[in-house]
């Protein structure tokens, strides 16, 4: 059993254990082979993490967006958006981790 | 500009007033739920005269954002989603059309309404992961905090220009260059405007301090949420300009607002996901 972030979560996972809405209200069971629908259940009900049967392969097979971007990449990036955030204090951890995201979001939408 | 040509915030506010108000169903709602014997039905007769927007809440109230499943009548999301609430969301879904007589060329209402919603969702979902009660005001409130913008452009189209121009050069943010050269900034003229339509505090004063949270004296939380989800949205580039640098965070303000970063990911991510469909959702004659 293994808990991972629901944005990790991929459909045809497998639940470990119940998942329920914060009122309680009780939104999948153990056992549920998740699909995309269930996800956007899960995200509509402010569900943040969920506990899956672990797969045979490490780690579950999970590769983020981030693995696949080089760090040199995103340096390049983040240096390029720079300029649009000069009014912040940049070693702020809410401003780091904003350029962060667009600067992912660009290398995204360029490779797309 | 000369110091007499300067408007003060109360003739702008009064200038917007005289060209356009809040639509009449607005007013006619806030009648209707101020009225002790009015009924749910009441209310749902109003908005049922307005087939547009009852398709378009509706639509909204069948989406992810809310979580319902099958609303199929206009009372039953008045049921749901509270009476104030859903007067407040028609305000939301109606205001932009009272301002299409703004040029083209000064600010493209497609984008202004894409960045207030999704100003609207992020603000939303910051709340909700807050545990904060009532999130639906953070919707509304997200939806308006750039009508002072939408006030200027229509009201002074020449002095949003320049400070426009400006801002592509001097490196400064619009509500910084705006106080320098207006005394006042779109965020006090959006505030003051939706307290002179009688809009509750809890949605007029968040968007008057939503540049600058720590100022507010009451609605502190509530703007610094807004103010952060302007931020996100600026970051990144829902229908903003990004050639103008964006605003600086009040970080006393956030850092009081407690949020885990390792939640930003999670609103963004989710905040996506909803932004298409709700866009298509209350998609109507802006």
Redesign the interface.
Known sequence: MTSI???QAQAKMTLASDVFG?NGRLLATQGTVISEQHL??F????I?EIEIVSADNNETGIKTVTDAISAEQLKETMEQIQ???????LS????A???R??AI?RISADEN | MKTDLIPSLDRVVSATRSICSPPLIYNRLNETINHPRASIQDIARIISEDQGLTARLLRMANSPLYGFTRIDSISRAVTLIGTREIRDLVLALTITKSFQKIPENLLKLEEHWQHSVACAIISKNIAFYLREPNVERFFVAGILHDIGRLALCLVHPEAVRSIHERALHANQSLYVLEQKSLKFDHAKLGGALLKAWNIPDNISQPVAFHHQPSLSRSYKRDATIIHAADLICHSLAYGTNPRIPISRLDEKAWSELEFPLSGLETVVKQSDLQLEEILVAIRGDL
Not at chain 1, 43 to 46: A, K, L, Q
Not at chain 1, 92 to 95: A, T
Request: with cysteine; hydrophobic share 40%.
């Open positions: 972030s629901i944005d914060r956007l259940a995200r509509t009900w402010g943040r300029p649009r955030f000069c009014l912040n204090n702020h951890p809410l401003i981790d904003l350029m995201l667009c979001r």
